[in-house]
């Protein structure tokens, strides 16, 4: 069965830092890749994904990710964090025929002011 | 711009009562999915729904779950007997034909 990790399950920064949360799948076919947000109080948003094509695609809110299929990866990139970008991370992969995502366990960023 | 909507926000029940949690899913799309995510757990999914039929499920979705899109608008999951271990976070989300999917802000079940 195809699983995706989040090796970050916490991680504090402080404003302006940059930030790579990392996103790992296991499954040896063809993936569309997902990076969702979950502010406090708020529901589950996408940021970004990939389908096919160039494997660094960019999102929302400046963020970005980095699809290396040799190292069944998409980790999730901003250059420059800000006090609002506090929230939790999913990655997620649809692979196979079907439709449904499996999800990582989140990783929970807090932006010190 | 448009939302998944659910109601309710909470529900509390009791172990063995039957619970229906609904979901209006975004107009246009063709789609629609039940995750659930425990405490302190990743998110599950539950099931996805197409053409008035169950298109995929998971283990989890066993014969006390099952779902309905009664009229043009709603999209329920029906749990029949609730059991303690069915405390989670119920979301519920649509997509289009491309897999994006957008979330509703979830249900809260509390089984006592």
């Known amino acids: 069965a195809q699983s995706v990790s989040q090796h970050n399950h916490h991680v504090i920064l402080s404003e302006a830092a940059s930030l790579e949360l990392g996103c790992n799948y296991s499954?040896?076919?063809?993936?569309?890749l997902f990076w969702y947000v979950q502010y406090p109080g708020q529901h589950l948003q996408l940021l970004l994904k990939?389908?096919?094509?160039?494997?660094l695609v960019k999102g929302i809110k400046g963020f970005e990710a980095e699809f290396i299929k040799s190292k069944f990866s998409f980790n999730l990139r901003k250059p420059s964090v800000q006090w609002s970008d506090t929230a939790e991370y999913f990655c997620?992969?649809?692979?196979?025929?079907?439709?449904?995502?499996?999800f990582g366990g989140g990783t929970r960023l807090m932006v010190k002011p | 711009e448009p939302e998944v909507t659910q109601t309710p926000s909470h529900q509390v029940t009791q172990m063995g009562q039957e619970v229906i949690l609904r979901c209006v899913p975004i107009?246009?799309?063709?789609?629609f999915y039940w995750y659930r995510q425990i405490l302190g757990q990743k998110v599950e999914f539950l099931v996805s729904?197409?053409?008035?039929?169950?298109?995929?499920k998971s283990e989890i979705f066993d014969d006390q779950f099952s779902v309905e899109r009664p009229d043009g608008s709603n999209f329920t999951l029906k749990i029949r007997s609730t059991k303690l271990e069915d405390s989670a976070m119920y979301f519920c989300?649509?997509?289009?034909?491309?897999?994006?999917?957008?979330f509703g802000p979830g249900t809260r079940l509390t089984v006592l």
């Open positions: 729904f197409y053409n008035n039929e169950i298109s995929e």
């Open positions: 997620a992969v649809n692979a196979g025929a079907g439709n449904m995502l499996t």
């Open positions: 990939y389908f096919s094509g160039d494997p």
């Open positions: 499954y040896g076919g063809t993936v569309n």
């Open positions: 989300a649509s997509s289009h034909i491309d897999n994006e999917q957008f």
């Open positions: 107009s246009n799309h063709l789609y």
